[in-house]
């Protein structure tokens, strides 16, 4: 049988590396690489090939500065492009050839070649604004994609963000934009900062930025209280033709960085919530997670669900409290826009 699930995977994405600790490394990819492979996942999907994004498809999110100002790391050895943020002298072409990748396989899901999609790439994206890199993301993979699948005349499309961080430059990409509805689950006052309940859109895309901004500690329950009684009912009137997620495995338990506890089974269940939008028609791509296990074993769970292996249900059981109330917010800032809620 042809394989109906695409995977983008490039070695050339190992060549971005830092110079000292950095837990955004080389070996998160291979981590989640190596479990595809030794659980026959790898081998059930089609490998779709990264290519450098072009210029114009950068330039559809970013400022031409910006583009200079990354592919200018090219030249030199290192750079630090903010505290967090640095390159190698192969960062820019990995940062070019995440994007177009992410491109390409989307455009494979929406004509219908493949059903479906993960794409295993970094540098990641969604902290990447318009004019400047930020939180190890040099070009908004994400939001990259979305912009293209706009100009394939795609007219909804439906971001969903459960990276443990707020994806502050994919909201900002599109927070005046009402054909991209920008959802995300995020740990929150946290890094970046941005990401507030009460951040729901501008002008004619009120509605369409919508946050789960919740304190540290949640996992399964919590996270499928949010996408039961937030993001479906939402998504469902928007009718999305396409869903992009920026798929961070940092909300896992364990994760260095956060303190979310999610598991791989939550994972898997939040990605059949998002596969039954768009007629299925769903790619993922990589975005954070530090912890390698955890996310090697997320990974897995996700593609599995990809492959359209069945689950056995589990109850995760009842949300907390504090995220009853997050939930019960959250519906209160959107119920002026979404009269289904
Ligand atoms: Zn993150």
Redesign the pocket.
Known sequence: MTARTGLVYDERFLLHRAPYDHPEHPGRLSAIWNRLEAEGLAARCRRIAARDATREELLAVHTSDHVDRVEATARREYAQLDPDTYTSRRSAEAARLAAGGLVDLTGEVLSGALSNGFALVRP?G?HAEADRAM?FCLFNNVAVAAQAARRAQVERVLIVDW???HGNGTQSTFEEDPHVLYFSTHQYPFYPGTGAIAEVGRGAARGRTVNIAWPAGMGDAEYLAAFDRVLLPIARSFDPQLVLVSC?F?AAAGDL??GMRLSPDGYAAMTERVATLAGGRLVLAL???YDLDAIAAAAAATTRVLLGEKRAARDPGPPNVVANRVIRETLDAHRPFWPDL
């Open positions: 990641p969604h939180g990276d443990l961080h961070g940092d960085l956060g975005e954070g997670g």
